[in-house]
T-cell receptor
Framework: DAGVIQSPRHEVTEMGQEVTLRCKPI?????LFWYRQTMMRGLELLIY????????DSGMPEDRFSAKMPNASFSTLKIQPSEPRDSAVYFC?????????FGPGTRLTVL | GEDVEQSLFLSVREGDSSVINCTYT??????LYWYKQEPGAGLQLLTY?????DMKQDQRLTVLLNKKDKHLSLRIADTQTGDSAIYFC??????????FGPGTRLSVLP
């Protein structure tokens, strides 16, 4: 298996632009997680899905953030409009019961 | 809610053993995990232990669980420079969310 796939790996955008991050979980996994990592705040859970249904989105910072999982093999995290404070590494992870595997992350820079 | 705590930094000399500690609050935790993050990379699952076990050994890694004190530790024997990374402790209540600690940055000195 190729593991969790994220795209793009790097994204540089200007304040106010829309940003879409993409994730393909490991085939057969039934849970998908979006995390954000910064030096100041560490690793934060934004949202997680179980069987494509959002279970807990309490970590989504503002209405500017939205996440979707239209099917078992694809999820997106969208930021609209983006702000400089959104600059971070965004990780997607997937799991089946007890093992959770992370993707390589998307490094987002908002100028 | 659930909380996982770790010390933030640890320095050891190459060849020594490293012990990274973690405490958690959720007594219903089913699995406890250790992840490793190298610079510029994602989190890599190192090992995990089921809550009814006291110890698990995997080559240079030894995990100890004290369920009564809600304390988890990761011992790395013969620590090498390649072990320098951030180590995250995490807990999971079977089928629910994973809760991560803040990570311990391990520095291995030559």
């Amino acid at each position: 298996d190729a593991g969790v796939i994220q795209s793009p790996r790097h994204e540089v955008t200007e304040m106010g632009q829309e940003v879409t991050l993409r994730c393909k979980p490991i085939s057969g996994h039934n849970s998908l997680f979006w995390y954000r990592q910064t030096m100041m705040r560490g690793l934060e859970l934004l949202i997680y899905f179980n069987n494509n249904v959002p279970i807990d989105d309490s970590g989504m910072p503002e209405d500017r953030f939205s996440a979707k999982m239209p099917n078992a093999s694809f999820s997106t995290l969208k930021i609209q409009p983006s702000e400089p404070r959104d600059s971070a590494v965004y990780f997607c992870a997937s799991s089946l019961f007890r093992e959770q595997f992370f993707g390589p992350g998307t490094r987002l820079t908002v100028l | 809610g659930e909380d996982v705590e770790q010390s933030l930094f640890l320095s050891v000399r190459e060849g020594d053993s490293s012990v990274i500690n973690c405490t958690y609050t959720d007594s219903s935790s089913t699995y406890l995990y250790w992840y490793k993050q190298e610079p510029g990379a994602g989190l890599q699952l190192l090992t995990y232990i089921f809550s009814n076990m006291d110890m698990k050994q995997d080559q240079r890694l030894t995990v100890l669980l004290n369920k009564k004190d809600k304390h988890l530790s990761l011992r790395i024997a013969d620590t090498q420079t390649g072990d320098s990374a951030i180590y995250f402790c995490a807990e999971n209540n079977y089928g629910q969310n994973f809760v991560f600690g803040p990570g311990t940055r391990l520095s291995v000195l030559p």
